[in-house]
């Protein structure tokens, strides 16, 4: 391992942390943002949801498996949640330096280096996460052997448009044909679908499905600002006067708040883990759930025809909706949950089930 590279990570605040580099040689600029899961760092450098974030994984063993080949399964990677990974940098305790598991292709700093993606290690990460749940999600720079570059803040850009697949593309040859809108969908969750009977139609985030035939509309997760998905919202807008079933995930769940017509705001520094519990609104049942988001739902804002579904236990805050008389729901935890609890994997079931009950089965 050469760390003869100077690296610092600098906050908006003016804090200045110095560490050691095992990724890429490159000054970058982004978000800083943090995730406390135990496990999960190859799943979670290739989820769409964390363009232009800075990532900082505030578990100290990271490196110890590597990282997986590129097998494929279903004409998706098989253990990655994209085709890339999407973190602009990424900040760690400790970096171990050997690593082992049965599937284990390359070390995690050499996946680093190939993407050009900066690591730095030797931070103390628990302090950093307490700066950044003080103070809220902050703009920072990754800078190297003293690069200088400019603040990037991701909300300003339209981040799904550089995630979403630019062309339709079909997965599978099931019974029922679910439109996919990838606003920079997880892998995991086209392969949850696949395994309940369906072909999964894969469509750019602005494209207009109403030309398509379906059984069943999904929203996936992605990342930035939702009101950014003008086209998205509209066109969704438009799916809710008909009754075809559907299901949103993450930032879908903010979609079709949008489209409903209600509002959604940023949170101070996000729901990012393998451990927020949630409780199914009108039940006392709970769940731990897999989470990656920035931005909520309000609440107070929810037409008369939806209602809320899921409600976050530690603040209160939307973690899903419903309409009262349509097969629409949504959640903003990730029940495919990759990696993470399984526990709200069923929430798939409900969803064919409703496409089942449309077709008359």
Known sequence: MNNSAEIKLVLEDGTEINGKSFGYEGSVSGEVVFNTAMTGYPESLTDPSYKGEILVLTYPLIGNYGVP????????????????????????????FEYSHWNAKKSLSDWLKENKIPGIYGVDTRSLT?????????????????QDVPWYRPDDDHLVAQVSTPTKEIYGNGKYRIVLIDCGVKYNIIRCLLSRDTTVV???????????????????????????????????AKAFEQDIPIMGICL????????????????????????????????????????????????????SDWEPYFVNLNDDTNEGMRHKTKPFFSTQFHPEASSGPTDTEFLFDDFIAAVKKYKGE
């Open 69 to 96: 080949g590129n097998e494929m399964l279903d004409n998706l990677l098989q253990f990655f949640e994209s085709h890339t990974i999407h973190i602009s940098a990424l900040v760690i305790s400790d970096y171990s």
């Open 130 to 146: 307490k700066i950044l749940r003080e103070k809220g999600t902050m703009l920072g720079r990754v800078i190297v052997n003293n």
């Open 202 to 236: 894969r469509v750019p985030h602005d494209y207009d499905f109403s030309q398509e035939q379906y059984d069943g509309l999904f929203i996936s997760n992605g990342p930035g600002d939702p009101k950014k998905c003008e086209a998205t919202i509209k066109n969704l």
């Open 252 to 303: 879908g769940n903010q979609l079709m708040a949008l489209a409903s017509g209600a509002n959604t705001y940023k949170l101070k520094y996000g729901h990012r883990s393998h451990n927020q519990p949630v409780l199914q609104v009108g039940t006392k049942k709970s769940y731990i759930t897999s989470q990656n988001h920035g931005f909520a739902i309000d609440n107070s804002t929810l037409s």
